[in-house]
C-alpha cells in the first residue's frame, strides 16, 4: 500500500484516526505512545468505540477520549433479515441521514460473510436501473461513517461469525467521494486493526476514469476493482448511465488495460441484464470485442425492479442464454444470485430511509 497519513485526506472525526496519527495525538497530550496504539486496537480491532470500555486506559485518558467525541459515528436503526439468512442494517448518522448495510452470508457456509456498503447518501449518477441514482446525492459519508459500518457488522455477527468480504456495492459511487474511501481502504485493511485481505475488499465504480487512475497509484491495484458496465456500445450506456457522457467506453476500457493488477488478479465487469436493453446476441458479441485483452471476469446480474422504473430483467432462460454466447467466446461469466430482494436488500434497492421495506415486487403485488 503506497498510502500513508501524509498522503491522505485528515481524519473526519477521531475513530479515523491511523495508528500513527493516535500516537502523534496522544503525545501532545503528554502520554506515551503505546497509548495510541491502544486506542487504535480497541476501535478497529476489539470493535470497542466506547472509552469507558476501554479498560487499559487510565481513567484520565477515557474521560479526554470521551470529551473528544471518541464512540460511535452512526447506529443501527433497525436491521431486517431475509429469507436467505441475509441481513439489512439501516444506518442512522448523527445528522438525521440514512443509509443501508447488507450482510450476505456465504451460500455453504454462513459463518462467512460479505458485507456490502454504503459510501455516500444517495448518488449522484443517475443510473435509471437503480434507486439510489433516482433518488439524487444527498451528501457525501464521512471516512468514519464508512469505516463504522464494518464494525457495526462485525458487532452484529457476533465472535462465531466473521465480515471476510466488503464490497463498496452500497447506496453511492464509492470514487466520487474518494478521499474518504482512500482514507475507509486504508483503515480497513489495516494490519493493526480489521485487517481485511486487500483483494477481498472490492471498490464498484460505475467507471469515473480519472479516479480509476487514481485508485491504481494509491493502492498499487492491490484492492479489488469492479466496473459496472451494463451496456457496450456508447449511445446505449449513455441513455441508461448518464455518466458514459462524460467517460465513454474507449476511455474506460484504455483506463482498465492500464490499471495496475497483481499475479492472476482480474477486473470484475458488473453487468445488469435488462430485458430489451442490453440482453441481445449482438450485446453479448460486442462485449467480447469490447473487453479483448483486458483480464476480466464477468458478473451478470438479472435487474433487480426498483418501483421508479419499468425496466426488469429478462426471464431466467434467456440470462442463460446469455452467458452461453459469452462463455462460447472465452469470457469467464457467473450469474449473479439475487439475495436478500425480499427486504428490498439487493442491488440496486437500496434507497433511503424508509422507502421501501418490502421490495417493489411485492409492493406491485399488492
Ligand atoms: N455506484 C457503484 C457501486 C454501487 S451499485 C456502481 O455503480 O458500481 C452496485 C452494483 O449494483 C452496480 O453494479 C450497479 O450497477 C448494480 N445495480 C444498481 N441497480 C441495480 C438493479 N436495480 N438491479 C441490479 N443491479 C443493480
Ligand atoms: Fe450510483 Fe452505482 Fe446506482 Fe449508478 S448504479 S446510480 S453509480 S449507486
Redesign the pocket.
Known sequence: MKLSADSLAPPSHPIARLPEEWVAHVRDWGEPAYRGKQIFDWIHRQGVLDPDEMSNLPKTLRARLKEEGVGWPIEVVSAHESADRTRKLLVGMPDGERVETVLIPQLDDDRVVTQCIS?QVG?A?G?V?????VAGLKRQMTDAEIVAQVLLGRRELGPERRVRNVV???????LHNYAAVARALVLLTHPDGLDLSKRRVTV???GLVNQIDQLGRDFAGQVQL???L?AVRDEDRSKIMPVNRKYGLEDLTDALRRYPLSKRQRITI?Y?LIEGVNDSVRDAKEMVALLRGIPVKVNL??????SASDLR?PDSSHVTRFQEELTRRGLSVFIRKTRGDDVAA????LAFHGESRRSPREHAEG
Open positions: 459510501s448518488c449518477m443510473c436501473f437503480c434507486a439510489s441514482g463498496f456495492m452500497g447506496m453511492g459511487e464509492p464498484s465504480t460505475s469492479a466496473i459496472s451494463h458488473e445488469t446480474i438479472p435487474m433487480n425492479p426498483i430483467a439487493a442491488c440496486g434497492q
